[in-house]
């Protein structure tokens, strides 16, 4: 198994950034694909954005151009790199693990953007 353990999140204002980290342990060799989801109130949990083995990227439509996914094999960590964060990317963020017998969940991060 893959445990997940995210860091990073916090209160920022419309327009600020923040940095969020997902340090994995365990299987590491087994796993594909990394993301990040997030869950508002109310709302079902959504992708963000994921990275693979191979540094290929996909990312919501919602984040294009305002968040960066990046990966340190070194620290097998992952990153999410927010900037001109609105009030509707407030929510719960969480990291994932996906690979051969593998789907880990972090314990999730909240992340406010508000005035």
């Known amino acids: 198994q893959v445990q997940l353990v995210e860091s990073g999140g916090g209160l920022v204002q419309p327009g600020g950034s923040l940095r969020l980290s997902c340090a994995a342990s365990?299987?590491?060799?087994?796993?594909?694909?990394m993301g990040w989801y997030r869950q508002a109130p109310g709302k079902q949990r959504e992708l963000v954005a994921h990275?693979?083995?191979?540094?290929?990227?996909n990312y919501a439509g919602s984040v294009k151009g305002r968040f960066t996914i990046s990966r340190d094999n070194v620290k097998n960590t992952v990153y999410l790199q927010m900037n001109s964060l609105k009030p509707q990317d407030t929510a719960v963020y969480y990291c994932?693990?996906?690979?051969?017998?593998?789907?880990?969940w972090g314990q999730g991060t909240q992340v406010t953007v508000s005035s």
């Open positions: 994932n693990a996906v690979g051969s017998r593998i789907n880990s």
């Open positions: 365990g299987s590491i060799f087994s796993v594909y694909v």
């Open positions: 990275i693979s083995s191979d540094g290929i990227t």
